[in-house]
């Protein structure tokens, strides 16, 4: 695409006189090849105008700049060049998101669960779907690594791109606070925004729930307000989270909600739970049904309404909504039952919030009889202030507590452990900051009828101790504890 056709998609630009063919945008020098848009960004740890030099080295032919660059090529200068480069990826992919129907999840908990289901539903229905999340990226049947939950606007609407080539016509996508705030998902034309709740995480970025709130529904404000041709538009609310009232006034598109204390249009009534699942009566606007729900705990029966309601809203045929959701399977990492012939439980989970790790362990105490240990550390570089509450909810729900170390980063594991402790008086727990220890330590003293939660990590094959990344999977580390045992 010649420079002066994408520039138009950034009103109030003056175009510079050269007009180069653009045949790539980065905003990574390294990444730069020739005849690429080189766009800097001041991030948190680089100033990308740093790098503009080197860019043209490599082959830039043009620069997006916040600020006047002395340079051979010409400089585009706009406010924020974040939120420019999601216009220009939008613009560059040709628009991908208006040619598919996406659904963006949003929220504290659950955003991967939920995800995972709804792409269930639609793929039962026969849709082709991409997948964009904490786990990976899928596009049909093609896997992706990724590093963050929401990619950023170039990674993001060049896989959209790729989506559109491979006639994926549904994108189900979780969409971060981080995302939200930085612009990543800007340019992205929605037609469902899920919301599935809100509680304590992230204050190390937004600093207040106040800020956390106004992220979160920054994708609930802008939904309908775009210049798409895709209408009617849909933001699927929790009807039980208090933030719900702030989300649905701040939206344009229709409202639906889900839930179980509040009346809701998919609402679970008469919730029985077993150690397999949980049975429940749908009160809908299809009527009443009863579902099996293969998944444990009260929060997947609000994961599973969510996700219900999105695909009913996408008009996936109502039946074929129950039976997929009937075999839901789980999530790698979410409630992990991992088994090697031993005659406790052992259990992975991604809980690394306290709302969630109160909910895995309020879900373990209506099944376990005996007693309960929770292996669980605080990740650093990560809000310290949910490390006491963590702890707290750790000594208040298992009997057997071990405070270990999660992913420390650059922090020290020690300090992370002792911000833990504040949380909890009167209260014993063991402390074994190796991790594969405490793992070991847990499955050795375990005996017959307990459970062991194994918390934090879930789906992760690696343990950041400083800027090393190590190989590291809760669910083989306790699989070879089993079995030494
Ligand atoms: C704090 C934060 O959110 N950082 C994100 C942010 O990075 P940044 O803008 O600060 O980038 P930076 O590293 O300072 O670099 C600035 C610029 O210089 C460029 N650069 C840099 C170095 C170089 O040699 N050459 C060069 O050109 C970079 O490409 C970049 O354009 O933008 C990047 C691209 O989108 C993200 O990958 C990065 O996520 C980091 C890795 C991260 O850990 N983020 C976490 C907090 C996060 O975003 N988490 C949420 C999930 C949260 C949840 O659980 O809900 C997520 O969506 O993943
Ligand atoms: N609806 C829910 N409410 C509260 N807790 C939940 C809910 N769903 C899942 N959880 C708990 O939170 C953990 C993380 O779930 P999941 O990965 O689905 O959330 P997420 O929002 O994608 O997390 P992340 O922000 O890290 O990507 C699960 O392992 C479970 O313990
Ligand atoms: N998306 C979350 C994941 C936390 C997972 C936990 N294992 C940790 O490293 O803190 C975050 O980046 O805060
Ligand atoms: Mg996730």
Same mark, same amino acid.
């Given at each position: 695409?010649?420079?002066?056709?994408?520039?138009?998609?950034?009103?109030?630009?003056?175009?510079?006189?050269?007009?180069?063919?653009?045949?790539?945008?980065?905003?990574?020098?390294?990444?730069?090849?020739?005849?690429?848009?080189?766009?800097?960004?001041? !991030?948190?740890?680089?100033?990308?105008?740093?790098?503009?030099?080197?860019?043209?080295?490599?082959?830039?032919?043009?620069?997006?700049?916040?600020?006047?660059?002395?340079?051979?090529?010409?400089?585009?200068?706009?406010?924020?060049?974040?939120?420019?480069?999601?216009?220009?990826?939008?613009?560059?992919?040709?628009?991908?998101?208006?040619?598919?129907?996406?659904?963006?999840?949003?929220?504290?908990?659950?955003?991967?669960?939920?995800?995972?289901?709804?792409? /269930?539903?639609?793929?039962?229905?026969?849709?082709?779907?991409?997948?964009?999340?904490?786990?990976?990226?899928?596009?049909?049947?093609?896997?992706?690594?990724?590093?963050?939950?929401t990619p950023d606007s170039l990674e993001l609407q060049k896989v959209f791109h790729e989506m559109v080539e491979e006639k994926i016509d549904t994108a189900i996508m979780e969409v971060s606070s981080h995302?939200?705030?930085?612009?990543?998902?800007?340019?992205?034309?929605?037609?469902?925004?899920?919301?599935?709740?809100?509680?304590?995480?992230?204050?190390?970025?937004?600093?207040?729930?106040?800020?956390?709130?106004? &992220?979160?529904?920054?994708?609930?404000?802008?939904?309908?307000?775009? =210049?798409?041709?895709?209408?009617?538009?849909?933001?699927?609310?929790? &009807?039980?989270?208090?933030?719900?009232?702030?989300?649905? #006034?701040?939206?344009?598109?229709?409202?639906?909600?889900?839930?179980?204390?509040?009346?809701?249009?998919?609402?679970?009534?008469?919730?029985?739970?077993? /150690?397999?699942?949980?049975?429940?009566?749908?009160? #809908?606007?299809?009527?009443?049904?009863?579902?099996?729900?293969?998944?444990?705990?009260?929060?997947?029966?609000?994961?599973?309404?969510?996700?219900?309601?999105?695909?009913?809203?996408?008009?996936?045929?109502?039946? #074929?909504?129950?039976?997929?959701?009937?075999?839901?399977?789980?999530?790698?990492?979410?409630?992990?039952?991992?088994?090697?012939?031993?005659?406790?439980?052992?259990?992975?989970?991604?809980?690394?919030?306290?709302?969630?790790?109160?909910?895995v362990l309020r879900t373990i105490q209506q099944f376990a009889d005996k007693r309960v240990f929770c292996v669980v550390g605080c990740?650093?570089?990560?809000?310290? /202030?949910?490390?006491?509450?963590?702890?707290?909810?750790?000594?208040?729900?298992?009997?057997?507590?071990?405070?270990?170390?999660?992913?420390?980063?650059?922090?020290?594991?020690?300090?992370?452990?002792?911000?833990?402790?504040?949380?909890?008086?009167?209260?014993?727990?063991?402390?074994?900051?190796?991790?594969?220890?405490?793992?070991?330590?847990?499955?050795?003293?375990?005996?017959?009828?307990?459970?062991?939660?194994?918390?934090?990590?879930?789906?992760?094959?690696?343990?950041?101790? !400083?800027?090393?990344? =190590?190989?590291?999977?809760?669910?083989?580390?306790?699989?070879?504890?089993?079995?030494?045992?």
């Amino acid at each position: 695409m010649d420079l002066h056709r994408l520039l138009q998609s950034l009103p109030f630009i003056e175009a510079p006189e050269e007009n180069d063919e653009i045949i790539g945008i980065s905003n990574n020098h390294q990444k730069v090849e020739k005849g690429h848009l080189f766009i800097c960004i001041k !991030g948190h740890s680089f100033d990308g105008h740093n790098f503009a030099e080197e860019a043209i080295n490599k082959g830039a032919v043009a620069i997006v700049a916040e600020r006047p660059l002395q340079l051979e090529v010409p400089v585009i200068l706009v406010k924020d060049t974040k939120k420019a480069m999601a216009i220009l990826a939008d613009a560059f992919y040709h628009h991908p998101t208006q040619k598919m129907h996406l659904i963006g999840i949003t929220g504290t908990n659950g955003k991967t669960t939920t995800s995972h289901m709804v792409d /269930s539903i639609f793929k039962d229905a026969e849709h082709s779907t991409g997948l964009i999340g904490t786990i990976n990226i899928k596009i049909g049947s093609k896997v992706l690594e990724t590093k963050n939950t929401t990619p950023d606007s170039l990674e993001l609407q060049k896989v959209f791109h790729e989506m559109v080539e491979e006639k994926i016509d549904t994108a189900i996508m979780e969409v971060s606070s981080h995302a939200l705030v930085q612009g990543r998902v800007n340019g992205c034309d929605y037609d469902v925004a899920v919301f599935t709740n809100l509680s304590q995480d992230h204050l190390d970025y937004h600093h207040t729930m106040a800020e956390y709130k106004r &992220a979160k529904s920054l994708l609930f404000s802008k939904l309908g307000n775009t =210049y798409s041709t895709k209408h009617p538009k849909f933001a699927v609310l929790n &009807a039980d989270d208090e933030v719900t009232e702030l989300l649905a #006034s701040e939206t344009s598109a229709h409202v639906v909600t889900y839930g179980i204390n509040k009346a809701a249009d998919f609402q679970a009534d008469s919730i029985t739970y077993h /150690s397999h699942g949980v049975t429940f009566k749908l009160l #809908s606007p299809e009527g009443e049904r009863e579902i099996h729900l293969p998944l444990a705990g009260e929060f997947n029966v609000y994961n599973a309404l969510a996700a219900i309601a999105t695909a009913y809203v996408s008009k996936i045929p109502f039946h #074929s909504i129950i039976q997929s959701v009937e075999q839901a399977k789980g999530v790698p990492g979410r409630f992990e039952l991992v088994n090697g012939g031993q005659k406790f439980a052992v259990i992975v989970d991604y809980a690394h919030t306290p709302d969630g790790l109160e909910n895995v362990l309020r879900t373990i105490q209506q099944f376990a009889d005996k007693r309960v240990f929770c292996v669980v550390g605080c990740g650093g570089d990560r809000d310290p /202030s949910k490390r006491p509450l963590m702890a707290q909810i750790a000594c208040k729900w298992a009997t057997d507590p071990i405070f270990t170390s999660d992913n420390p980063r650059s922090e020290d594991p020690s300090a992370i452990i002792e911000d833990m402790k504040k949380g909890v008086v009167g209260k014993r727990y063991l402390i074994e900051p190796d991790r594969k220890k405490a793992i070991e330590c847990a499955i050795d003293l375990a005996e017959e009828g307990d459970v062991v939660l194994v918390a934090g990590k879930g789906h992760e094959t690696y343990q950041i101790i !400083g800027d090393k990344v =190590y190989d590291f999977d809760d669910r083989l580390v306790s699989l070879n504890a089993i079995m030494k045992k």
